[in-house]
């Protein structure tokens, strides 16, 4: 156990009332991450990855345990905590640059900076020629990059991301993950990162959270014990196929049997 723990969440149980019926989506689960340290999770779909974030976040309570974010019981969002959902979610009625400044107004950062801090991030993710732009002039992938500028332009120092890149082609999503681990390694950054990729989870990770589901559970914990900066050489070592392969293997054979998966097709080499 780690005392320094930025994030501990301790044995939190979620239950969802469903009609008459009740729903357990976490199961006692436990974990802590340390400061600077940057943990995945994935699992099958349903085994609450966004329940364990949306907890984190403060937007939903656990049903039993308690989430910690510096030793303080999480009850509400905070300013420490930049959270990247899934759907993005962006004000319909503002452009892309006023979208990536509305925090950072909030936070109440002079105009000048304003600007040139959004622009920073704009152009870091590709949207400069969009920086006018309202939402519904951009496709799925470009308003989920406006919603990534927006929640690093405040700069928060722990990052609760919930599949950020799952909606972006191929070659977006390298780019943003290598730029992910290039600010995380240049700023100190505590990232929870939930993924249903599992090259992703290995390739960006200090550590793998596995989780199952009915109820969901943590299932297995993978160590990525290799060193950063993570090349394109790194994606195709053996070290690296390998922890993918262990990874898969937990996420699509939990307790011996095959999870459907439509996403991704098995690894080519399954030798571990
Ligand atoms: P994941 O992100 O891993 O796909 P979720 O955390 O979204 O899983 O959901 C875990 C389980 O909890 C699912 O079976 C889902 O249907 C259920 N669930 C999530 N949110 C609610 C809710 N607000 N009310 C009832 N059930 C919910
Ligand atoms: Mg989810």
């Known amino acids: 156990m780690n005392t320094a723990a930025r994030i501990s969440v301790r044995s939190i149980t979620k239950i969802f009332a469903l009609g008459k019926e009740s729903f357990t989506a976490l199961d006692r689960v436990s974990l802590d991450?340390?400061?600077?340290?940057?943990?995945?999770?994935?699992?099958?779909?349903?085994?609450?990855?966004?329940?364990?974030?949306?907890?984190?976040?403060?937007l939903e309570q656990p049903s039993e345990g308690e989430a910690l974010v510096d030793g303080s019981v999480v009850s509400a969002p905070g300013p420490e905590r930049g959270v990247i959902f899934q759907q993005y979610a962006l004000f319909p009625w503002l452009t892309v640059r006023k979208n990536v400044e509305f925090g950072l107004k909030t936070a109440g950062v002079p105009k000048a900076e304003r600007r040139e801090?959004?622009?920073?991030?704009?152009?870091?993710?590709?949207?400069?020629?969009?920086?006018?732009?309202?939402?519904?002039?951009?496709?799925g992938g470009m308003r989920q990059r406006c919603a990534i500028a927006r929640a690093y332009a405040v700069n928060p120092s722990i990052l609760?991301?919930?599949?950020?890149?799952?909606?972006?082609?191929?070659?977006?999503?390298?780019k943003l993950q290598d730029q992910l681990l290039d600010t995380w390694s240049k700023e100190q950054r505590t990232v929870l990162f939930i993924t249903h990729d599992v090259d992703e989870a290995v390739y960006l990770a200090n550590r793998v959270?596995?989780?199952?589901?009915?109820?969901?559970?943590?299932?297995?914990?993978v160590d990525v014990d290799l060193?950063?900066?993570?090349?394109?050489?790194f994606r195709l070592s053996t070290e690296f196929a390998a922890l993918r392969n262990r990874v898969w293997h937990s996420v699509y054979h939990?307790?011996?049997?095959?999870?459907?998966?439509?996403?991704?097709?098995?690894p080519?080499?399954?030798?571990a």
């Open 160 to 174: 609760l991301m919930d599949e950020p890149f799952g909606a972006l082609d191929a070659l977006t999503r390298v």
């Open 209 to 221: 959270i596995v989780m199952a589901a009915r109820p969901g559970r943590i299932y297995d914990v």
């Open 254 to 266: 939990q307790d011996g049997t095959t999870i459907a998966n439509s996403n991704h097709p098995m």
């Open 33 to 58: 991450i340390a400061d600077n340290e940057f943990v995945t999770v994935v699992g099958p779909s349903g085994c609450g990855k966004s329940t364990l974030l949306n907890i984190l976040a403060g």
């Open 268 to 271: 080519s080499s399954t030798t």
């Open 117 to 139: 801090r959004a622009q920073h991030f704009i152009e870091l993710v590709g949207l400069e020629q969009f920086a006018d732009a309202l939402p519904k002039m951009l496709s």
């Open 227 to 233: 060193p950063y900066p993570r090349t394109e050489e």
